[in-house]
């Protein structure tokens, strides 16, 4: 496990606009890793490049010291100033031998992310395994390790409550109207085009929803919105001449003063009764207590969500020692792994050598011998050098194995 080695810069240490600097992209990745696999002699390499991390997983006999990883940045020409250089080493996470596997466990299981259990980290790691080893830049040590990172992560998703419950107020929100089995052809109107309406507005396009009209103090920003929903884009003002109808108000804007009042509401009715939606994720409220008096809404609003998010994230927190012990038994379940694989890959010229014996006893030294046996006999004495022959391949194969694993 010496060489396993990991150098990461994560949110923990780096302003996330700082930690940009450091993003690879695809396109320039595998030339980039080329290079530096090659100056420091590194025998595999994979890059981890998500929204808030940026590692480098090692097979390397080399120590991570300050200046190892100076150089190692430096050969990325990475846009980072000569005089900042230093101050990236500092804040660098060093692990190596079980620290680094025990921390590829714990990132892939989301215990290191900013929302613990939140499951895409898995997806994202691996997505960026399989780019390295299809371009030729990892093997067989760094194939087993996430071999067992992934085995981990699917074990403490399936084995615990770390991810079972959503601890955001968008997916709380989009649960909540989902409950409510609107159509896929309701008419939504989203008020606000701030970064929590665009990611409800995802859930919503995600599950086919495809009626939208964005509201915003910015025209601009209400019509970059609509053009990604394949809406309409209107300023906040149409709200009170707006006749479409509508089934569904979104609303998140950073208004000190409700925004949807029982006036504004009743023109958007435009004469319908039926019941409608409100979701308000707005705070404070951009609904006026009027509007939910005065009329059949069924309301959905932030603060309700954020207290079952603050009870959802703690019942995961709680879940964060099962996870740890599992991580802890597949670290222990990998060490021989690894012990078994290292004796496999130093036996496999075993076969060939057995068979190159075989040619040479059958063509060579007895050949003559051989040529005076009958068809009989010679069928008889190839079926025990078969068995011979497979049982000499099979037998020291498996009682290395047994001296290396159970008896080391």
């Given at each position: 496990?010496?060489?396993?080695k990991?150098?990461?810069?994560?949110?923990?240490r780096?302003?996330?606009?700082e930690?940009?600097?450091l993003v690879i992209c695809?396109?320039t990745?595998a030339d980039?890793l080329?290079?530096?696999k090659?100056?420091?002699?590194?025998?595999?390499i994979?890059?981890?490049?998500?929204?808030n991390?940026v590692e480098?997983?090692?097979?390397?006999?080399?120590?991570l010291t300050p200046?190892?990883?100076?150089?190692?940045l430096?050969s990325?020409?990475f846009?980072?100033p000569?005089?900042?250089i230093?101050?990236?080493v500092?804040?660098a996470?060093v692990?190596?031998?079980?620290?680094?596997?025990?921390?590829?466990l714990r990132?892939?299981?989301?215990?290191?992310?900013?929302?613990?259990?939140?499951?895409e980290i898995?997806?994202q790691?691996?997505?960026c395994y399989?780019?390295?080893?299809?371009?030729?830049?990892?093997?067989?040590?760094?194939?087993?390790?996430?071999?067992?990172?992934?085995?981990?992560?699917?074990?403490?998703?399936?084995?615990t409550?770390?991810?079972?419950n959503?601890v955001?107020?968008?997916?709380?929100a989009?649960?909540?109207?989902h409950?409510?089995?609107?159509?896929?052809?309701?008419?939504?109107?989203?008020i606000?085009?701030?970064?929590?309406?665009?990611?409800?507005s995802?859930y919503l396009?995600k599950?086919?929803?495809?009626?939208?009209?964005?509201?915003n103090?910015?025209?601009s920003k209400?019509?970059?919105l609509?053009k990604d929903?394949?809406g309409e884009a209107y300023c906040?003002?149409?709200?009170?001449?707006?006749?479409?109808?509508f089934?569904?108000?979104?609303?998140c804007?950073s208004?000190?003063?409700?925004?949807?009042?029982?006036?504004?509401?009743?023109?958007?009715?435009?004469?319908?009764?039926?019941?409608?939606?409100?979701?308000?994720?707005?705070i404070?409220?951009d609904?006026?207590?009027?509007v939910l008096?005065?009329?059949?809404v069924?309301?959905?609003e932030v603060r309700?969500?954020q207290?079952?998010?603050?009870?959802n994230m703690?019942?995961?927190y709680e879940e964060l020692v099962?996870?740890?012990?599992i991580?802890?038994?597949?670290?222990?379940?990998?060490k021989?792994?690894?012990?078994?694989?290292?004796?496999?890959?130093a036996m496999?010229?075993?076969?060939?050598k057995?068979?190159?014996?075989?040619?040479?006893?059958?063509n060579s030294?007895?050949?003559?011998?051989?040529?005076?046996l009958?068809n009989?006999?010679?069928?008889v004495?190839?079926k025990?050098?078969n068995?011979?022959?497979k049982?000499?391949?099979s037998?020291?194969?498996?009682m290395?194995?047994?001296i290396l694993?159970?008896?080391?």
């Open positions: 496990m010496k060489h396993l990991v150098l990461a810069f994560t949110h923990q780096i302003d996330l606009k930690l940009g600097k695809n396109q990745l980039r080329k290079t530096v090659e100056r420091f002699d590194i025998d595999e994979f890059y981890i490049g998500t929204c991390r480098f997983v090692l097979s390397t006999c080399r120590d200046d190892f990883i100076k150089d190692f430096q990325f020409q846009c980072i000569q005089d900042h230093d101050e990236f500092s804040r996470f692990y190596q031998d079980l620290d680094a596997l025990r921390h590829l990132i892939s299981c989301s215990l290191e992310s900013l929302v613990v259990g939140e499951k898995l997806a790691v691996r997505k399989e780019s390295c080893r299809e371009a030729g830049f990892t093997g067989d040590y760094l194939r087993l390790v996430m071999s067992q990172v992934v085995k981990a992560a699917k074990e403490v998703y399936t084995q409550k770390i991810a079972k959503p955001s107020v968008v997916s709380l989009y649960r909540k109207l409950e409510l089995k609107m159509c896929s052809n309701s008419r939504i109107l989203i606000g085009a701030g970064e929590t309406n665009k990611n409800i995802k396009q599950h086919k929803y495809s009626n939208f009209a964005v509201f103090r910015t025209l209400a019509e970059d609509a929903l394949n906040l003002e149409d709200l009170t001449t707006y006749k479409k109808g089934d569904v108000i979104i609303t804007t208004a000190v003063e409700p925004i949807l009042t029982n006036e504004i509401y009743q023109c958007l009715l435009n004469g319908e009764t039926d019941k409608k939606v409100i979701v308000d994720l707005a404070p409220n609904t006026h207590p009027d008096e005065q009329n059949l069924n309301f959905i309700s969500l207290e079952v998010a603050n009870k703690q019942e995961r099962h996870a740890e012990q991580i802890e038994l597949n670290i222990e379940e990998f021989p792994l690894l012990k078994q694989r290292r004796v496999e890959l496999r010229e075993v076969p060939m057995i068979k190159e014996i075989r040619n040479v006893a059958v030294v007895f050949a003559e011998d051989i040529e005076q009958d009989n006999s010679r069928e004495l190839e025990i050098i068995y011979m022959e049982k000499y391949i037998v020291p194969m498996v290395a194995k047994e694993v159970n008896h080391s």
